[in-house]
């Protein structure tokens, strides 16, 4: 499904990636990991498309992304580093603008935003301009931006920064029925030992090439294969499996 074939980057003379290749098939979350200067945002926008190689291919269905790059984005839900969003609108405005954008047809988005930001517990927040938001709101705001339109790809870039220990958990969550569905899903997380669980596989990047591929287990939705802290949770499991079965796209 979505395949980086043979990567290298240079920023300058800087080398930030050499000879980076691995392949995300439906239904696979890979995790990217590697310690801070490693390449991992560099691999994230030659994904998105935002930066392009110095030599290599990212390849969607076997078709390089730069062929037709806005519709290749119309598949892709992506969360940036870091968040930078119009403080002058409020939440639920830049979401519905980032829908406008990605062609959702209005009901959809309607309930999709309700959903997800009753979900995350946003919705008092909802009508506030977001300079007023905290940083784990913003990045709430963008986690919902990628999600809500249902993408056939994700691509993540330290998606639980800043996030609380329930929406971290929720996010996780959704990640994994995600996979159940069908998406590929790429994460360069901030290191934490639970997200082992996820991963289909993992790359290890260090500085500025590939290092090695691990395989974890199957990243197939599995509820049983949360953690035992969640599932005995029984406020979270009435949010999750009561209030939101539009946003679990079941
Ligand atoms: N715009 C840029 N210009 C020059 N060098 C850059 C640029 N962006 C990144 N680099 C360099 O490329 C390398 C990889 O950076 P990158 O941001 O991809 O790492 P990272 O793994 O995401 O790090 P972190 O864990 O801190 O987010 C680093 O050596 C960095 O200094
Ligand atoms: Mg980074």
């Excluded at 598949?75 to 959702?104: C, D, H, I, K």
């Excluded at 300079?131 to 790809?153: C, F, N, V, W």
């Excluded at 996010?171 to 994460?187: P, V």
């Excluded at 199957?218 to 049983?224: Q, V």
Aim: net charge positive.
């Amino acid at each position: 499904m979505l395949e980086a074939r043979g990567l290298f980057k240079y920023y300058g003379s800087v080398p930030a990636l050499r000879n980076v290749s691995f392949h995300i098939g439906p239904g696979q979350v890979l995790g990217y990991l590697g310690p801070n200067g490693s390449g991992k945002s560099t691999t994230v926008k030659l994904l998105t498309g935002i930066l392009e190689p110095t030599r290599g291919q990212v390849l969607f269905s076997g078709k390089n992304i730069h062929d037709d790059l806005v519709s290749y984005r119309k598949r892709l839900g992506y969360v940036p580093e870091e968040a930078n969003l119009y403080g002058y609108m409020t939440g639920e405005e830049y979401l519905e603008m980032v829908g406008t954008f990605r062609e959702m047809p209005s009901p959809v988005l309607s309930q999709r935003v309700d959903g997800l930001l009753e979900l995350f517990s946003l919705t008092s927040q909802r009508s506030v301009p977001m300079s007023s938001y905290s940083k784990g709101m913003r990045q709430k705001i963008l986690l919902i931006a990628a999600l809500m339109d249902d993408p056939e790809i994700l691509i993540l870039d330290e998606p639980l920064s800043g996030l609380d220990a329930v929406s971290s958990l929720i996010f996780r969550y959704l990640i994994q029925g995600l996979c159940s569905k069908g998406k590929a899903i790429f994460i360069a997380p901030t290191y934490s030992k639970s997200w082992k669980r996820l991963y289909a596989t993992a790359h290890f990047a260090k500085r500025g090439s590939y290092c090695a591929r691990v395989y974890r287990r199957s990243a197939t939705a599995d509820r049983a294969g949360l953690p035992l802290r969640i599932s005995s949770c029984r406020w979270w499991r009435k949010k999750m499996f009561c209030g939101s079965q539009t946003i679990l796209w079941t």
